[in-house]
Nanobody, 124 residues
């Protein structure tokens, strides 16, 4: 059974940093895309960052480019999102997602596996 488990969310002041982790189990995703999405109440889930396979260059949403950094540890089956210079509009539930294969698609429907989400709250 495939599981993605996020951790690292919390409350932080604007300008601060957080590091999210996503631990995958049940299969390896070294040749598949993994990504971070986020969602706020009443809005659609939006792409934050992703990489189409384990060694690929990460892609970022314009809103987080230069502030967030995605990394993957293939040996551990873990993905990270280092978030810096956080702003109140970064407040959301952040989800880890994985696809069945490589993709640069930024739409949620391309990702088969999802974690339960972790809340990130940035106070002003």
């Amino acid at each position: 059974q495939v599981q993605l488990v996020e951790s690292g969310g919390g409350l932080v002041q604007a300008g601060g940093s957080l590091r999210l982790s996503c631990a995958a189990s049940g299969r390896t995703f070294s040749s598949a895309a993994m990504a971070w999405f986020r969602q706020t109440p009443g809005k659609e889930r939006e792409f934050v960052a992703g990489a189409k396979w384990g060694g690929a260059t990460a892609l970022y949403a314009d809103s987080v480019k230069g502030r967030f950094t995605l990394s993957r540890d293939g040996a551990k089956g873990t993905m990270y999102l280092q978030m810096s210079s956080l702003r109140p509009d970064d407040t959301a539930v952040y989800y880890c997602a994985a696809a069945n294969g490589p993709t640069t698609d930024r739409t949620p429907r391309q990702y088969r596996y999802w974690g339960q989400g972790t809340q990130v709250t940035v106070s002003s």
